[in-house]
């Protein structure tokens, strides 16, 4: 039943001179309007920006339905332009619990977001706006969305990111892919025990970063730096037979780092130089591992509209192993390259070389390593593809097993391919479900090292 709102003359008169002539004639103080009635002088009222008889309007709305979007959402609007953000926000709230339609959902949310803005809560702001992209009712609307949240996270000082994936594998442990250990050159065969063969289960791993902006320039950025990740393994039954002593919590592992970062733009061709700085800690089995001390420097810059060229060196000590093994220093560099093509598809490729320095020979190394990957940008159909494959040679000159040394070294060669499936339609508030098939070989002339893996990893990663 058609509820009707008694609206006192005093707010009729103060409606008239609003609009002057164009404005209809003011109504006895006993008369009573409609809902629709008081929504479309509310609406005029607005757009003469008289938002006072607007604030007065709505609350006669509140007080025939006091769960009425619009006048919750009429409210937020008008006591965030007085400046009372908490009573704005407040109302937005229930606007938002009250909504009818994905509309009015939306746009509840983004006053929320908005007040949240201006208290200079951008998180809070952000998850907000993640609540209006879900609720977008249209494309259009929610590419705004996607627009805004990007410009609360850019002036956020607090950033952060989670992502995790859950992968049946068939070779969780890096195990070999034979149960014999055959040495190029030494007439010795070895039999591998079952827990250093190739044993299958199901992956999960979770990760997250976070940063801190410590200081802004008109051309930079300094940023407290930090992450994780969490590594479980669970193996199958088939591997538990196989291996009655492994145990689930040998193959788990976790990292933690904290650090800087500085960001600089410079030149006028998109150039931008980043320098970063990490200290962490590595547990394998539940027990500590070692500690990393890791720095980098890299350069980007486009070459036209098309094309952008990277560059990178990285720095990495492991050090403080809880086994007693020798310091491990790692450097490398890196070369990239990045063809945006006409339909926007984008085609990288990265190639790299890392050296890496002990006292223990059975980590001295150098690796040649080289990436291509294809983002495709139109989705098909429902999902967005991309797919990578890749390749990198991996020789130790002075590898050894037990009394003998390799002859020539240890020589690893790796090759790797991946598709990625994401289900854009799927998302919710911006986290899209992920698909990725993956396969990874490598052939030794140790055996010991060559290994076989297939593995589909479900996950979760924010689209944007």
């Given amino acids: 039943m058609l509820r009707?709102?008694?609206?006192?003359?005093?707010?009729?008169?103060?409606?008239?001179?609003?609009?002057?002539?164009?404005?209809?004639?003011?109504?006895?103080?006993?008369?009573l309007l409609t809902p629709e009635d008081s929504r479309a002088l509310i609406l005029r009222a607005l757009s003469a920006d008289r938002h006072d008889i607007a604030g007065k309007l709505a609350l006669g709305l509140l007080r025939a339905d006091p769960e009425d979007p619009f006048g919750h959402m009429v409210m937020s609007t008008v006591l965030m332009r007085a400046?009372?953000?908490?009573?704005?926000?407040?109302?937005?709230?229930?606007?938002y619990r009250h909504a009818d339609t994905r509309r009015q959902r939306h746009e509840a949310a983004?006053?929320?977001?908005?007040?949240?803005?201006?208290?200079?809560?951008?998180?809070?702001?952000?998850?907000?706006?993640?609540?209006?992209l879900q609720a977008a009712p249209t494309a259009p609307t929610r590419n705004r969305s996607?627009?805004?949240?990007?410009?609360?996270?850019?002036?956020?000082?607090?950033?952060?990111?989670i992502a995790g994936q859950i992968?049946?594998?068939?070779?969780?442990?890096?195990?070999?892919?034979?149960?014999?250990?055959?040495?190029?050159?030494?007439?010795?065969?070895?039999?591998?025990?079952?827990?250093?063969?190739?044993?299958?289960?199901?992956?999960?791993?979770?990760?997250?970063?976070?940063?801190?902006?410590?200081?802004?320039?008109?051309?930079?950025?300094?940023?407290?730096?930090g992450g994780g990740q969490l590594r479980r393994v669970r193996l199958s039954d088939e591997a538990r037979k196989k291996a009655p002593q492994a145990e689930d919590a040998d193959y788990g592992s976790t990292y933690v780092a904290l650090g800087l970062s500085?960001?600089?733009?410079?030149?006028?061709?998109?150039?931008?130089?980043?320098?970063?700085?990490?200290?962490?800690?590595?547990?394998?089995?539940?027990?500590?591992?070692?500690?990393?001390a890791s720095g980098g420097l890299s350069y980007g810059f486009d070459l036209g509209p098309e094309l952008r060229l990277t560059a990178g060196a990285n720095y990495q000590?492991?050090?403080?192993?809880?086994?007693?093994?020798?310091?491990?220093?790692?450097?490398?560099?890196?070369?990239?390259?990045?063809?945006?093509?006409?339909?926007?598809?984008?085609?990288?490729?990265?190639?790299?070389?890392?050296?890496?320095?002990?006292?223990?020979g059975q980590s001295r190394s150098t690796e040649r390593s080289a990436r291509l990957s294809y983002h495709r940008a139109k989705p098909i159909g429902p999902v967005s593809l991309s797919a990578a494959i890749g390749v990198s040679e991996t020789t130790y000159p002075d590898y050894r097993?037990?009394?003998?040394?390799?002859?020539?070294?240890?020589?690893?060669?790796?090759?790797?391919?991946?598709?990625n499936v994401s289900f854009d339609r799927l998302g919710y508030m911006g986290f899209t479900p992920t698909l990725k098939l993956s396969s990874e070989r490598t052939l030794s002339n140790v055996s010991r090292f060559e290994t076989d893996e297939l593995s589909v990893s479900l996950g979760l990663r924010t689209a944007f």
Avoid at 119 to 125: A, N, P, Q
Avoid at 263 to 292: C, E, I, K, P, T
Wanted: glycine share 10%; hydrophobic share 40%.
């Fill in 4 to 31: 009707r709102v008694a609206i006192l003359g005093l707010c009729l008169g103060l409606i008239g001179p609003a609009w002057s002539d164009s404005a209809p004639p003011a109504a006895p103080a006993s008369e």
């Fill in 83 to 95: 400046g009372n953000l908490e009573e704005a926000r407040r109302a937005a709230k229930l606007a």
């Fill in 110 to 132: 983004r006053v929320v977001a908005a007040t949240e803005a201006r208290d200079e809560r951008f998180v809070l702001g952000q998850l907000w706006m993640r609540r209006a």
């Fill in 146 to 161: 996607i627009h805004e949240y990007r410009a609360l996270r850019s002036v956020a000082r607090l950033k952060f990111q």
């Fill in 167 to 225: 992968a049946p594998s068939s070779n969780v442990n890096n195990g070999s892919a034979d149960r014999i250990n055959v040495i190029d050159g030494i007439p010795v065969v070895g039999i591998l025990p079952a827990a250093s063969q190739a044993l299958s289960g199901t992956i999960a791993e979770v990760g997250g970063s976070f940063s801190y902006r410590l200081h802004q320039g008109a051309a930079s950025e300094t940023r407290l730096t």
């Fill in 262 to 292: 500085h960001h600089r733009a410079l030149g006028a061709a998109g150039g931008l130089a980043s320098a970063r700085l990490s200290f962490g800690q590595v547990w394998n089995g539940g027990d500590r591992s070692y500690d990393l």
């Fill in 317 to 360: 000590m492991r050090h403080n192993d809880a086994n007693g093994l020798a310091d491990v220093e790692t450097t490398g560099v890196s070369f990239g390259a990045i063809h945006t093509m006409a339909n926007k598809d984008r085609l990288a490729l990265t190639v790299g070389t890392t050296w890496a320095a002990s006292d223990n």
């Fill in 401 to 419: 097993i037990l009394f003998w040394s390799v002859p020539g070294g240890r020589e690893d060669t790796r090759s790797s391919a991946e598709v």
